[in-house]
C-alpha cells in the first residue's frame, strides 16, 4: 500500500461548480498533514495544513478523520484560477519528510 | 514568492555523469530538504540537512549525496547519472521542522 493515496482524476469542471478530493494515508502515526498546490512546471506551494477540527481558507475547506486515515479538500465556487494539480502531503519521519500523494488534476473551464 | 533559490534552472547531461545541483535557503531557515520528482508523479523526498548534517534520508541510492553550507545553503550531488534520474530536482527550506518552502526547482535531462 502506498503511503499516501489520492483520486487519480482529473477532475474537469465548469467553474462555479463545488468539488472534493480525497486522499488516504498509511501511518497512522503521522502528525501532520497538509495540501499543496502545483500549477504546471512550478514548485508546489502550500494551500493550507489540515487540523482534526477541520478547517477552512476562504472557498478552501480540508478535513482529517484520523480513525479512517483520510484526508478531504473541498473547494466551492471553483473559479479558472484553480486549476492546477492538488497534493495531498503527511509529514513523515519526526518531522523531516513531507510525503506526497501523485497528486490530483482539477481543470476549471468557462 | 518564498525566498528559495536555485540553480540552474534546466540541465541537460548524458548518462555516466556527475550533476551538482544548488540551492539557496530562505534568510532565517536553517533546515533544507531535496526532493525528486519525475513527470505525473508527487515529490519523494531524497535527504534533509539540519545545521550542516544529514538529519533524515528517503529511499535513494549512495550515488545521490549532499552538503549544507554554514550559510545554510545546499548542494545536491548525482554521481553516475541514470536515465531515471531525469526530474525535476526540488529544494524546500524550513526552520527547524516548521512550514517547508520551495524553491522553483532544477529540470534535470539525463540521455
Known amino acids: 500500500r502506498k503511503e499516501v493515496e489520492q483520486d487519480p482524476g482529473p477532475f474537469n469542471v465548469p467553474e462555479g461548480a463545488t468539488v472534493a478530493f480525497n486522499c488516504t494515508y498509511s501511518n497512522s502515526a503521522s502528525q501532520s498533514f497538509f495540501w499543496y498546490r502545483q500549477d504546471c512546471r512550478k514548485e508546489p506551494k502550500l494551500l493550507m495544513s489540515v487540523y482534526s477540527s477541520g478547517n477552512e481558507d476562504g472557498r478552501f475547506t480540508a478535513q482529517l478523520n484520523r480513525a479512517s486515515q483520510y484526508i478531504s479538500l473541498l473547494i466551492r465556487d471553483s473559479k479558472l484560477s484553480d486549476s492546477a494539480t492538488y497534493l495531498c502531503v503527511v509529514e513523515g519521519q519526526a518531522g523531516t519528510a513531507l510525503i506526497f500523494g501523485k497528486g490530483t488534476t482539477l481543470s476549471v473551464s468557462s | 514568492e518564498t525566498g528559495v533559490t536555485q540553480s540552474p534552472t534546466h540541465l541537460i547531461k548524458t548518462r555516466g555523469q556527475q550533476v551538482t545541483l544548488r540551492c539557496s535557503s530562505q534568510?532565517?531557515?536553517?533546515?533544507v530538504s531535496w526532493y525528486q520528482q519525475a513527470l505525473g508523479q508527487g515529490p519523494q523526498f531524497i535527504f534533509q540537512y539540519y545545521r550542516e548534517e544529514e538529519n533524515g534520508r528517503g529511499n535513494f541510492p549512495p550515488r545521490f549525496s549532499g552538503l549544507q553550507f554554514p550559510n545554510y545553503s545546499s548542494e545536491l550531488n548525482v554521481n553516475a547519472l541514470e536515465l531515471d534520474d531525469s526530474a525535476l530536482y526540488l529544494c524546500?527550506?524550513?526552520?527547524?521542522?516548521?512550514?517547508?518552502?520551495f524553491g522553483p526547482g532544477t529540470r534535470l535531462t539525463v540521455l
Open positions: 534568510s532565517g531557515h536553517n533546515t
Open positions: 524546500a527550506s524550513s526552520f527547524a521542522t516548521d512550514t517547508q518552502y
